[in-house]
């Protein structure tokens, strides 16, 4: 099986979140498509400037004043299919990743791990629906396809700014626009 994997965004370690936040949207004229608190209390500010992709960068609070600390928090691949990702999944592991972590988002499907330098990776790929980011529940790969998308749609569901993914799109280019000049 071939695997095509794709850059698709960043995840950055910051000090000062609004400084920051205000430096990619003035600079690079993104607009802030989520905010909301992560994994340990971490605020996630989840920024595009194209009306396909949920997010581009993401603003991470916590980066300590630590000389030589890595800013990076995540580098994610988009991959085209559940079967793709189950493979990233397989193969990271039999090359020595570790921390692996399925996760659903329901607005993306994703397998977290660290390489085997500790860097974090995350491999995705995108669902038909929405739901206000940060959103993460256990992914079972082991399901299948068809079950998978059954139960992240139930769970989406149940989430009050839940729409569907292409909704989203339109709404975001809209915003887009908006802005230019």
């Avoid at 791990?113 to 995108?126: I, M, Q, R, S």
């Amino acid at each position: 099986m071939t695997i095509h994997a794709r850059l698709a965004h960043m995840g950055i370690y910051v000090k000062d979140h609004d400084v920051m936040e205000r430096f990619y949207t003035e600079v690079l004229g993104l607009l802030v498509t989520d905010q909301g608190a992560g994994r340990g209390g971490a605020q996630l500010t989840f920024l595009s400037g194209n009306r396909d992709n949920h997010h581009q960068v993401v603003l991470v609070t916590g980066r300590p004043d630590t000389a030589g600390f890595n800013p990076i928090q995540q580098i994610s691949f988009m991959v085209d299919s559940l079967a793709d990702l189950r493979e990233v999944q397989n193969r990271a592991l039999a090359l020595g990743a570790t921390d692996m972590r399925p996760v659903s988002h329901g607005n993306a499907w994703s397998v977290y791990f660290k390489d085997p330098e500790g860097n974090t990776v995350e491999a995705y790929l995108d669902t038909p629906f929405h739901v206000s980011q940060p959103h993460g529940e256990f992914l079972d790969l082991s399901k299948s396809d068809a079950d998978i998308l059954r139960d992240t749609e139930a769970a989406c569901r149940k989430d009050p700014s839940f729409m569907p993914f292409n909704d989203f799109t339109r709404s975001l280019g809209e915003r887009l626009a908006n802005l230019a000049p």
